[in-house]
């Protein structure tokens, strides 16, 4: 039994492999169960940054200067 690949069966099968490893890809990051993860995660860019003054914050700058 003489079991070879040539260059294009091997070409098909990284296709093959890069194609599931996608729509796995896909089915995770569009699974609900992981919404609230996302939802999370897209606001960690902001974390650090300092949140604008409240009006009452803003009140009690004003009074006492």
Do not use: C, H, K, Y
């Amino acid at each position: 039994m003489d079991f070879t690949l040539d260059i294009g069966q091997l070409r098909g099968l990284g296709t093959l492999l890069v194609m599931i490893a996608f729509i796995g890809l896909a089915f995770w990051v569009f699974n609900a169960r992981r919404d609230r993860d996302f939802a999370e995660a897209r606001l960690l860019p902001f974390a650090d940054d300092r949140l604008p003054p409240t009006a009452n914050e803003s009140a009690l700058r004003s009074t006492r200067q």
